[in-house]
């Protein structure tokens, strides 16, 4: 199964500590070296992203940033063998802001992403 994860943060993007980008890269290599890491990036503030809607029919473009009380900055895709594991994985990463920058605040969703193993075969 494969997991989405998305980290929002509720202070503006400032570059973490130092030691907090250690613990990310090492706990990103053991999530790679485990099989379970398939990708993962930094975002950059929505200021310099758009959000395309559909409302009544009509598309409309919004330039960012946008009004979420908590900014995406970062996401990260697994493939793990059950939501536990995909939830573990984000609570060691937050536990390494919790324990590396005092005072962070922030949350991960976790999202199941579609598989072939969730739709019937056709024909079947």
């Known amino acids: 199964m494969r997991y989405l994860t998305l ?3 509720k202070q503006s993007a400032t570059p973490p500590p130092p030691e907090l980008m250690a613990a990310i890269m090492a706990l990103g290599e053991e999530a790679t070296r485990a099989g379970s890491l398939l990708d993962t990036s930094g975002l950059a ?3 310099s992203g758009a959000r395309v ?3 009544g029919g009509e598309l409309m473009t919004t330039d960012g940033p946008f009004a979420e009380a908590k900014e995406v900055i ?3 895709i697994y493939e793990v063998r059950s939501k536990e594991e995909a939830v573990e994985w984000a609570s060691r990463f937050l536990r390494a802001h919790q324990d590396l920058w005092p005072g962070w605040e922030g949350e991960v969703d976790v999202l199941k992403l579609f598989g ?4 019937p075969a056709a024909g079947a």
Not at 116 to 119: A, L, R, S, V
């Open 7 to 9: 980290l929002r943060a």
């Open 45 to 47: 503030p929505s200021a």
């Open 53 to 55: 809607s559909l409302t």
């Open 74 to 76: 970062s996401y990260a």
């Open 116 to 119: 072939p193993e969730d739709f």
